[in-house]
């Protein structure tokens, strides 16, 4: 079992950056993939990051390529998500996700409660 707990989400304007961190709790931290998924009102959960177990290797999707940086501390077992140049269409609740599966995709076993991003034009 592993507990999430996300921060730093927020109201930023257009062009800004926000840092979101995930804490976690539970079994060994470094035992998982981790990632970020968000929701926008009227949506579908998307996926938007996520990182190897050891950090060393990230993949994002397209609407966040170069902008945003997933990194991982395993010594104190937290991800975080730096988020620069921000649009209005990135409005959503942010959620922290953690798993194993990543055939065919990142399936994660847990998941935060999220925190909200929302940025004005």
């Known amino acids: 079992q592993v507990q999430l707990v996300e921060s730093g989400g927020g109201l930023v304007q257009a062009g800004g950056s926000l840092r979101l961190s995930c804490a976690a709790s539970?079994?060994?931290?470094?035992?998982?993939?981790m990632g970020w998924f968000r929701q926008a009102p009227g949506k579908e959960r998307e996926y938007v990051a996520r990182?190897?177990?050891?950090?060393?290797?990230?993949y994002y999707a397209d609407s966040v390529k170069g902008r945003f940086t997933i990194s991982r501390d395993n010594a104190k077992n937290t991800v975080y998500l730096q988020m620069n140049n921000l649009k209005p269409e990135d409005t959503a609740v942010y959620y922290c996700?953690?798993?194993?599966?990543?055939?065919?995709?990142?399936?994660?076993?847990?998941w935060g409660q999220g925190t909200q991003v929302t940025v004005s034009s």
């Open positions: 990182i190897s177990r050891s950090g060393g290797l990230s």
């Open positions: 996700a953690a798993g194993f599966a990543v055939i065919p995709s990142f399936s994660p076993d847990y």
């Open positions: 539970g079994r060994t931290f470094r035992d998982y993939r």
